[in-house]
């Protein structure tokens, strides 16, 4: 990534960061912050995830994928679940990490004290889409367990150091979620059923 790049992200980090915490952004670094999120600091990160959540898929739908798959350097897909009330399709852009054949995702909801919409819907409806780079792909989702996540949580973190700090900061445990290739879940399924 280039001096110029670096720049800008870095700049826009400390924007959304005194816009909504009143406190200077980074994403990229583990500051060891842990004091909790005043409520009115909650009710801000909630506008302006509304605001960015709705932009950002609004650019994913308009060019095809082409554009709005990163925000701040980071990886971003577009997942699509089914509202658990009401049966219809609900996109979200969220960060993610790629263990291959796996997507993983973190339930952080910026440190929200509820759990984020998606997580609900997927505890309803596991059966999920996945936009990358415009290709969507079936997929399922499942919770990993508390010993999962114990042990993927060092390197979920290290590779994206925020949400240790939203962590940190959080009245919530955030809940991991693996998302499988659809014919990976099923072949899975149909081993467990063999024994």
């Given at each position: 990534?280039?001096a110029?790049?670096?720049?800008?992200?870095?700049?826009?980090?400390?924007?959304?960061g005194?816009?909504?915490?009143?406190?200077?952004?980074?994403?990229?670094s583990k500051?060891?912050?842990?004091?909790?999120?005043?409520?009115r600091?909650?009710q801000?990160?909630?506008?302006?995830?509304?605001?960015?959540?709705?932009?950002?898929?609004?650019?994913?739908?308009?060019?095809?994928?082409?554009?709005?798959?990163?925000?701040?350097?980071?990886?971003?897909?577009?997942?699509?679940?089914?509202?658990?009330?009401?049966?219809?399709?609900?996109?979200?852009?969220?960060?993610?990490?790629?263990?291959?054949?796996?997507?993983?995702?973190?339930?952080?909801?910026?440190?929200?004290?509820?759990?984020?919409?998606?997580?609900?819907?997927?505890?309803?409806?596991?059966?999920?889409?996945?936009?990358?780079?415009?290709?969507?792909?079936?997929?399922?989702?499942?919770?990993?367990?508390?010993?999962?996540k114990?042990?993927?949580?060092?390197?979920?973190?290290?590779?994206?150091?925020?949400?240790?700090?939203?962590?940190?900061?959080?009245?919530?445990?955030?809940p991991?979620?693996?998302?499988?290739?659809?014919?990976?879940?099923?072949?899975?399924?149909?081993?467990?059923?063999?024994?």
């Open positions: 990534m280039s110029a790049t670096e720049l800008v992200k870095k700049i826009v980090s400390n924007i959304l005194l816009i909504v915490y009143g406190e200077l952004g980074d994403i990229e500051r060891g912050i842990k004091t909790k999120h005043t409520h600091q909650e801000r990160f909630s506008v302006v995830k509304k605001l960015i959540t709705r932009g950002n898929v609004w650019l994913l739908r308009i060019s095809k994928g082409r554009l709005g798959n990163s925000f701040l350097g980071r990886p971003v897909l577009l997942l699509t679940t089914v509202g658990h009330k009401s049966g219809q399709a609900r996109k979200q852009p969220l960060f993610f990490v790629e263990q291959t054949p796996h997507l993983i995702l973190v339930a952080s909801n910026g440190g929200s004290p509820q759990d984020p919409a998606w997580l609900i819907n997927i505890r309803k409806h596991p059966q999920v889409s996945v936009g990358r780079l415009g290709t969507e792909t079936p997929m399922t989702a499942r919770i990993v367990t508390p010993d999962e114990q042990r993927l949580w060092p390197s979920l973190t290290a590779e994206f150091p925020y949400w240790q700090e939203v962590s940190d900061r959080s009245r919530r445990d955030f991991v979620v693996i998302l499988e290739p659809a014919n990976v879940q099923g072949a899975t399924s149909a081993r467990k059923d063999e024994t």
